[in-house]
């Protein structure tokens, strides 16, 4: 199955690299050279992963970001090229699923979007099977594994696939504590290349969806220069 990726980069030598590097990894690839360009591309080409720089003319990364979200969980992995701007996704909260900070080796970037890609594989159609099966239920939190389905208190909650991916990790060896480094690898399957403040945003997102306090999470605990563990 031929996956494209959209690209979304002002600079053309960096854009022609990136569509270069992908498309001998055997993906199909869209190159959009401005914001509100790869914005309308993103909404109408249906695209399976989408690369999306920062700085960019007309409407800025964050933005095009954001708005994806609105209607779309495809895979957005963010280019930066500065550190302060990664602490901005972090900070914001935009719902990418990955950044990589420039300068980057184009090894590393497509083991990146190939890592993305196959979390976004997993088929999320329900089964056409007897409910209550494969749940996991901690106080008023049902985790429908078949179903990819988190409710609270009998209400579903919106979640993406990979905090869904990483909650039923932690959820399902309850007790168990988790370097963050174990988390990427398990969760996001990267073996070298996560920065492992992804799983930090991950964390504080799940929380806010999750707990009744976030900064008192009864659920998933940090434990301190350690990792996560998901209180049983
Ligand atoms: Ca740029």
Redesign the pocket.
């Known amino acids: 199955m031929d996956r494209t990726i959209l690209i979304i980069?002002?600079?053309q030598n960096?854009n022609d690299i990136l569509k270069f590097s992908l498309e001998k990894e055997g993906y199909k690839t869209l190159s959009a050279f401005d914001g509100v360009r790869g914005l309308e591309m993103a909404l109408s080409e249906n695209p399976d992963l989408i690369l999306l720089?920062?700085?960019?003319p007309c409407l800025y990364g964050f933005e095009v970001c954001k708005k994806v979200r609105e209607s779309s969980q495809i895979p957005i992995i963010m280019l930066t090229?500065r550190e302060d701007e990664v602490d901005k996704i972090i900070g914001l909260e935009l719902g990418a699923d990955d950044y990589i900070t420039k300068p980057y080796s184009m090894r590393e970037l497509t083991a990146r979007v190939k890592a993305n890609l196959r979390r976004s594989a997993v088929p999320i159609i329900p089964k056409a099977e007897p409910e209550g099966q494969r749940n996991i239920v901690f106080g008023d939190l049902l985790i429908n594994v078949e179903r990819y389905e988190v409710s609270k208190g009998g209400e579903v909650i919106d979640i993406t696939l990979r905090e869904f991916e990483l909650l039923k990790f932690l959820a399902m060896q309850p007790g168990k504590i988790f370097s963050r480094e174990k988390l990427l690898e398990n969760v996001w399957g990267y073996e070298y290349y996560g920065d492992v403040r992804t799983v930090d945003v991950t964390i504080r997102r799940l929380r806010e969806k999750i707990e009744d306090d976030p900064s008192m999470p009864k659920y998933i605990i940090t434990k301190r220069g350690v990792g996560y563990y998901f209180n049983n």
């Open positions: 980069e002002d600079e960096i720089d920062v700085m960019l090229a």
